[in-house]
């Protein structure tokens, strides 16, 4: 499937949304549910991560708290707008209490190639799709996944519609068929529209998940927008801004969610 990297491809319904390890013999299954999330080495080992210790760059926790983050399995750079995800595979790193209940996951997963292979300056973790190099597609899948956990962490009703079979097998589909990236600002655009967009950023506007709404949420009109910006003292006109507020805030199409996020 176009966009869908093998590790996203084999997302189902399982008593919650289910993302197999990618090679099962090497990665840990990942499985999202109402009450927390789960990491799993095959049958022989299994732990709980709780969505309150999720951390993200959307919803950061303290380094000294119990936390667990996607990440890359083998880090080979620290730079660019990917930086958290560049590298080679995907995995979950795990602090304090997170790592303490991983331990036999990531025991059980201690294969010669993950030896080999982890690389990673900082903590422990859990490989999800160890082998895969982070091609573009497996970058902004992850991302995507990271988006969704990072909003569900923030939505309790949301995540309770994880125990609905029908919604999950959904969601599953929506994911795969519009596997989509974040929307940042255009690296060629018109100076009204940067000034636009940088400055709903700077008043807490803009949407907060990557560019991107969630479905469901909120949306104010553009002409609280056009007020609230017109506030901000940018130099553009109310109907520049209404105009860029079309194609770049209102037209933008939301994260795959709404299984989830809508009743």
Same mark, same amino acid.
Request: aromatic content about 6%.
């Given at each position: 499937?176009?966009?869908?990297?093998?590790?996203?491809?084999?997302?189902?319904?399982?008593?919650?949304?289910?993302?197999?390890?990618?090679?099962?013999?090497?990665?840990?299954?990942?499985?999202?549910?109402?009450?927390?999330?789960?990491?799993?080495?095959?049958?022989?080992?299994?732990?709980?991560?709780?969505?309150?210790?999720?951390?993200?760059?959307?919803?950061?926790?303290?380094?000294? =708290?119990?936390?667990?983050?996607?990440?890359?399995?083998?880090?080979?750079?620290?730079?660019?707008?990917?930086?958290?995800?560049?590298?080679?595979?995907?995995?979950?790193?795990?602090?304090?209490?997170?790592?303490?209940?991983?331990?036999?996951?990531?025991?059980?997963?201690?294969?010669?190639?993950?030896?080999?292979?982890?690389?990673?300056?900082?903590?422990?973790?859990?490989?999800?799709?160890?082998? =895969?190099?982070?091609?573009?597609?497996?970058?902004?899948?992850?991302?995507?996944?990271?988006?969704?956990?990072?909003?569900?962490?923030?939505?309790?009703?949301?995540?309770?519609?994880?125990?609905?079979?029908?919604?999950?097998?959904?969601?599953?589909?929506?994911?795969?068929?519009?596997?989509?990236?974040?929307?940042?600002?255009?690296?060629?655009?018109?100076?009204?529209?940067?000034?636009?967009?940088?400055?709903?950023?700077?008043?807490?506007?803009?949407?907060?998940?990557?560019?991107?709404?969630?479905?469901?949420?909120?949306?104010? =009109?553009?002409?609280?927008?056009?007020?609230?910006?017109?506030?901000?003292?940018?130099?553009?006109?109310?109907?520049?801004?209404?105009?860029?507020?079309?194609?770049?805030?209102?037209?933008?199409?939301?994260?795959?969610?709404?299984?989830?996020?809508?009743?």
């Amino acid at each position: 499937m176009a966009g869908v990297s093998d590790w996203l491809e084999g997302a189902r319904e399982d008593g919650g949304l289910l993302i197999p390890g990618d090679p099962l013999k090497h990665g840990c299954d990942l499985i999202l549910k109402a009450e927390h999330v789960e990491v799993h080495a095959g049958e022989e080992a299994g732990a709980a991560l709780g969505w309150d210790e999720m951390d993200s760059i959307y919803r950061p926790i303290d380094g000294y =708290s119990d936390r667990w983050r996607f990440e890359a399995w083998a880090t080979a750079t620290d730079v660019g707008p990917l930086k958290h995800m560049a590298g080679s595979g995907l995995g979950i790193t795990v602090h304090r209490r997170c790592h303490a209940v991983t331990v036999q996951v990531m025991a059980a997963r201690d294969t010669r190639r993950n030896r080999f292979n982890r690389s990673m300056a900082k903590g422990a973790a859990v490989p999800l799709a160890p082998w =895969s190099r982070m091609s573009p597609t497996l970058a902004k899948n992850a991302l995507l996944i990271e988006v969704l956990c990072a909003a569900l962490a923030e939505r309790p009703e949301a995540r309770a519609r994880l125990a609905d079979p029908a919604r999950v097998t959904q969601l599953a589909v929506d994911l795969k068929a519009r596997p989509l990236e974040f929307d940042d600002i255009p690296l060629v655009a018109r100076s009204a529209t940067v000034e636009v967009l940088e400055a709903l950023q700077r008043i807490d506007r803009a949407h907060r998940y990557g560019g991107r709404p969630v479905p469901g949420d909120p949306v104010p =009109s553009a002409d609280e927008l056009v007020v609230e910006l017109q506030r901000e003292g940018i130099g553009v006109e109310p109907d520049q801004i209404r105009e860029v507020l079309e194609e770049q805030y209102f037209s933008v199409e939301p994260w795959p969610f709404e299984a989830l996020t809508v009743d």
